[in-house]
């Protein structure tokens, strides 16, 4: 079985500071592991996907997530946070597209 | 691209009545899915369809959700009769074949049942 564990419900930080949401995902197989953003009353927006080719993979808007398969970790990281960023943020591990798991999301304020 | 076009955006609408969901997934898309999304239970998958055909259906809440794909372009998710419990976002999404493919989403549906 596969199943996703976003650490933080809620992570606050200060513009320009760095960004960091923690996600650690469960699966038997080799999976798929994608970073969803969700902004007030729009849909989920794809930030980047884990595809197997490399472990550090770069997303839109200045993100990026590093896959360790020891530590069944894929958190996302970003240097230097802006007012834009805050949103909601959706880890998902997929064996196919049948099986698409999604985290509870944590939700990212940027204070001024 | 358009992207993935729902409609409507919002719905109100009495306990009772029947509501309908409009989805237009992205062209060559072959996965076609509808969500749910409530602060209590978040996203919840209620049905996908492989090539207009339901594969699975089995988060579908109960016997008064119904959805259907009558071609590539257009599918619609009803709920006959709507109660207050009902309330959430609905969000369609479609996606290409195979595990890499990312979804996209729609900009939903908020339905308030009262």
């Known amino acids: 079985a596969q199943s996703v564990t976003q650490l933080d419900s809620h992570v606050s930080v200060s513009e320009g500071t760095p960004v960091l949401l923690r996600c650690n995902y469960s699966?038997?197989?080799?999976?798929?592991l994608f970073w969803y953003v969700q902004h007030p009353n729009k849909g989920l927006q794809l930030l980047l996907k884990y595809t197997s080719a490399a472990t550090l993979v770069k997303g839109i808007n200045g993100f990026e997530a590093e896959f360790k398969k020891s530590e069944t970790s894929f958190h996302l990281t970003k240097p230097s946070a802006h007012m834009s960023d805050a949103a909601e943020y959706f880890c998902?591990?997929?064996?196919?597209?049948?099986?698409?798991?999604f985290g509870a999301g944590t939700r990212l304020t940027v204070k001024p | 691209d358009a992207g993935v076009i729902q409609s409507p955006r919002h719905e109100v609408t009495e306990m009772g009545q029947e509501v309908t969901l409009r989805c237009k997934p992205i062209s060559g898309h072959d996965y076609l899915f509808w969500y749910r999304q409530t602060m209590m239970r978040g996203l919840e998958l209620l049905i996908y369809f492989n090539n207009n055909v339901p594969i699975d259906d089995s988060g579908m809440p109960e016997d008064r959700f119904s959805a259907k794909m009558p071609n590539a372009s257009f599918s619609t998710l009803k709920i006959q009769p709507s109660e207050p419990r009902d309330s959430a976002v609905y969000f369609c999404?479609?996606?290409?074949?195979?595990?890499?493919?990312?979804?996209?989403f729609g900009n939903g549906t908020r339905l308030t049942v009262t």
């Open positions: 998902v591990v997929s064996l196919n597209n049948n099986d698409m798991r």
């Open positions: 699966s038997s197989y080799s999976p798929s």
């Open positions: 999404a479609s996606s290409l074949v195979g595990r890499l493919s990312p979804l996209h």
